[in-house]
């Protein structure tokens, strides 16, 4: 199967908490560290069982697992996939923003400054996230760009719309849940329509989900630099891609986070 099927890393991200604590950077929790009424800042965890998770989310994002999980049907335990669709539904109103991260990065900067790309959120952009660095979605879209030459979906960037990788997202719960336009597009009559239009059926959950609706509302999205997301992952390249892999994997710039997905090595320099 190709890299990003829904497998133990993907499950892994969501809820192994001890995994990031342990090995992604030095002292990590300040980044999403909450003042106190005196101005200082406490850092504090809290876990969250997943089977709770589960049972919140099944009823948010259930028509939506046909479209964009592994096997064939609905299952309920494919919805913890689709966490960062629905977090703002689930996460207490009080939290406001939330970064959500794949366990398989290696970071070269403070993630504080991370933190700091919401700041550049333009009015109705709710998630934060990099573009896809493989012709994943050119393959996925591949008939509704045969239907509509010249079309961008799925083309390289800059002028294309190659997709997202969701291995680091910005959710600004808040501005998710004041959307009219993004609670619209969890509807299931709207993913269905979605789905039609672009003949989309993924495998990737949340991401395919996020990369579907950004063809029809990019305005949805804050785009983040490559370099925060920066995926070495190279499988496209070797299996029908090649004249076109490079434009979809350059990535220009001082790497601020690598993404070693389908367990590629990630360099140490």
Known sequence: MPPGELGTSTVSRVWSLEGLLGGCCPNPVPAAASPTRGG???????????????DKLFPVVEAMQKHFSAGSGTYYSD??????????????KEILRIIQLDLDLKY??????????????????VIGIAREMQPVYRHTFWQFRHENPGTRVGGPPPKGLPGFNSGVMLLDLE?????????????????????DKY????????????????????????????????????????HG?????????????HVKIYHGNCNTPIPDA
């Not at 200082?40 to 589960?54: P, Q, S």
């Open 40 to 54: 200082v800042y406490t850092d504090f965890v809290v876990f969250h069982d997943v089977g709770v998770l589960t």
């Open 79 to 92: 919805s913890i996939f689709f966490l960062s669709v629905a977090m703002h539904q689930i996460m207490p």
């Open 108 to 125: 070269k900067t403070n993630i504080r400054e991370l933190f700091e790309e919401f700041d550049s959120f333009l009015p109705g952009a």
């Open 175 to 195: 501005a998710m849940r004041r959307s009219p336009l993004y609670g619209r597009l969890l509807e299931p009559a709207q993913v269905q329509r979605l789905a």
């Open 199 to 238: 003949h989309f059926r993924g495998h990737l959950g949340d991401q395919d989900f996020f990369t579907m609706i950004g063809m029809e509302h990019p305005e949805l999205f804050h785009v983040l630099d490559c370099t925060w997301n920066r995926q070495l992952c190279t499988w496209w390249r070797d």
């Open 241 to 253: 891609y090649s004249d076109v892999f490079e434009a979809y994997f350059r990535c220009e710039g």
